[in-house]
C-alpha cells in the first residue's frame, strides 16, 4: 500500500539540505507516524527499547497491533530502504515484539510487521511486509 507522496523535512546544519542520519532517520519515524495517525491508528510508542533492540513504531487500531520498521535512505546507493529488512532483521523484530507485548500487558487479536520506506524524502509504506 502506498500513501501520496509525502515529503520529509531534510535540512541538515546550517540549512545546506544534507541531513545527518539521526536527522534522517527522525525525520522518516515522523512522517512515518503522521501517515499512520491520518489513517486512525494510535502511536503508542516510538523508538521502544529494551536489551534486545528497538522497535521504531508500535501502532493499534481496533484489535491490530503494528510493528513499524522505517528505513530512511538519502538516495538508493546502497539499496532501496526495505532491502535493509532482510531475514535477520525481521526475526529480531519478531522477537522484539513478544518481548513487547509481555512488558506492556498489551494484547492483541493480530499483529501485523510493516516497513515504512523514506527514500529522498519520499513515503511509502509496505503493510503486512512479513
Known sequence: ??????????T?????????????G????DLAAA??????YTVLERNWRCE???IDLVCATGTVLV???????STDRYGAPAEAVGRAKQL???RLCARYLV????????????????????????????
Request: charged fraction near 30%.
Open 1 to 10: 500500500m502506498r500513501s501520496p507522496r509525502s515529503r520529509a523535512a531534510d
Open 12 to 24: 541538515g546544519p546550517g540549512g545546506s539540505g544534507a541531513a545527518g542520519p539521526r536527522a534522517l
Open 26 to 29: 527522525r525525520a522518516g519515524e
Open 35 to 40: 501517515w499512520y495517525e491520518a489513517r486512525g
Open 52 to 54: 534486545l533492540g528497538e
Open 67 to 73: 510493528v513499524c520498521e522505517v528505513k530512511a535512505r
Open 92 to 94: 529480531r523484530l519478531r
Open 103 to 130: 512488558e506492556s500487558g498489551r494484547r492483541a487479536a493480530q499483529v501485523r510487521f510493516d516497513v515504512a520506506c523514506v527514500l529522498a524524502g519520499e513515503l511509502s509504506v509496505v503493510t503486512a511486509a512479513f
